[in-house]
């Protein structure tokens, strides 16, 4: 079964500095790989996703990843964080082929906190 | 891009109440329309899949019975909350996936807040 785990619960930066959130993944398969953010009482947003070719993925509001197979990890990056990116992030695998999609499965989630 | 709506955003009812919850995808044909279920302060945790014209799959753990699922034409899936009580309370998401819904496995509803009494 697939599984995905984000080890850190919280993490608090300060506006500006460099954030990296951790994932990884279990999976038997290529996997789909993807960032959401969820800012409190909404629904999710795509930040990026993985399906194949270059690992390094750039994403929207400044944010990459990259996909190391080796690692089976999908760690999601940013160079300066804004206050506006306080939110909480989850990182989810999923399968998908022309012939249909599989449900994602969602790691636990990290909890950004930007300090001033 | 693919947009999918989710009706309503909020719902708070008594205990013993039925509640259905519409998911629509309003650009594209969804083939497949999923369930998620998310607790306070949990990660979304899969309910249940459904393909248009069949039944739905449930995950484990999750009673067919109580979170009744209908995806009877390619725009619409509804999830029906029955008899539900306290412990129903959550927010529930839908996602969609289907031919025209681009290079992404699944488009998400904002999701509706469930509360009962």
């Known amino acids: 079964a697939q599984s995905v785990t984000q080890p850190d619960i919280h993490i608090t930066v300060s506006e500006g500095a460099s954030l990296e959130l951790r994932c990884n993944y279990s999976?038997?398969?290529?996997?789909?790989l993807f960032w959401y953010v969820q800012s409190p009482g909404q629904g999710l947003q795509l930040l990026l996703k993985?399906?194949?070719?270059?690992?390094l993925v750039q994403g929207i509001k400044g944010f990459e990843a990259e996909f190391k197979r080796s690692q089976s990890s999908f760690n999601l990056r940013k160079p300066s964080v804004h206050w506006s990116d306080a939110a909480e992030y989850f990182c989810a695998v999923g399968k998908y082929s022309g012939g249909g999609a599989d449900g994602l499965t969602f790691g636990k989630g990290t909890h950004l906190i930007i300090q001033p | 891009g693919a947009v999918v709506s989710q009706h309503p955003s909020r719902v708070i009812c008594k205990s013993g109440t039925s509640v259905k919850i519409e998911c629509r995808s309003l650009?594209?044909?969804?083939?497949?329309m999923f369930w998620y279920r998310q607790f306070p302060k949990q990660s979304l945790m899969l309910m249940a899949t459904?393909?248009?014209?069949?039944?739905?799959?449930?995950e484990q753990g999750v009673e067919k019975d109580k979170f009744l699922i209908n995806h009877a034409s390619l725009t619409l899936s509804t999830l029906t909350v029955t008899s539900a009580h306290p412990e129903d309370s959550s927010f529930y998401i839908c996602?969609?996936?289907?031919?025209?819904?681009?290079?992404?496995?699944?488009?998400f509803g904002d999701g509706t807040r469930l509360s009962i009494l």
């Open positions: 993985y399906f194949s070719g270059d690992t």
């Open positions: 459904s393909n248009e014209g069949s039944k739905a799959t449930y």
């Open positions: 996602s969609a996936w289907g031919v025209g819904a681009g290079n992404q496995p699944q488009h």
């Open positions: 650009d594209f044909q969804a083939t497949t």
């Open positions: 999976y038997g398969a290529t996997p789909y």
